[in-house]
C-alpha cells in the first residue's frame, strides 16, 4: 500500500485513499465543503509544508543553485524534531494504508513534494511509482 505524490485538484486514482494536503493555504474560491470533492484533499496538513518564506524561494529557484538552496533549507525544515516524527508515522502508515500526499504545483520536479517524496523514501516508506 504504498504513498502517493500527488498534484492536488487531480482526479483520484482508484484505491487512492486518504489524500493529505501538504500545502501552506487552502485552495482559492473553492469551499470548504468541496475540498474533497473536487480532488483537492480530505485532511490538511500545513506542517509538511515549506515555511513561507522557504515556499518563496522554491517559487523564485531559477536556477539550479537557486532550487538547491531551496532543498536545502525545505530539509532542514522537515529535520525539525516534530516534522521528522510525522514523516516516521507517515513511512509506517504506508505498510497498512493506503493514502496520497500532495501540492498544488504543476510540475512535480519543481515542486516540495518531488523532496517529500524523497524524505519519506528515506524513512522507509512504500512508495508508488
Avoid at 519543481?110 to 519519506?120: D, N, T
Amino acid at each position: 500500500m504504498p504513498i502517493r505524490i500527488v498534484r492536488l485538484g487531480s482526479p483520484r486514482a482508484p484505491d487512492e485513499g486518504t489524500r493529505i494536503g501538504t500545502v501552506r493555504r487552502p485552495p482559492r474560491g473553492v469551499p470548504k465543503a468541496e475540498f474533497a470533492s473536487r480532488d483537492f484533499y480530505d485532511v490538511w496538513y500545513p506542517e509538511l509544508a515549506p515555511s513561507v518564506q522557504t515556499m518563496k524561494l522554491g517559487q523564485d529557484a531559477d536556477t539550479p543553485a537557486a532550487w538547491a538552496a531551496f532543498t536545502k533549507k525545505y530539509r532542514a525544515e522537515m529535520a525539525e524534531p516534530a516534522a521528522s516524527r510525522t514523516l516516521d508515522v507517515l513511512a509506517a502508515l504506508s505498510a497498512h494504508a493506503n493514502f496520497a500526499v500532495g501540492c498544488y504545483c504543476e510540475d512535480e520536479a519543481r515542486c516540495h513534494r518531488s523532496v517529500l517524496r524523497a524524505l519519506l523514501a528515506d524513512k522507509g516508506a512504500k512508495m508508488a511509482e
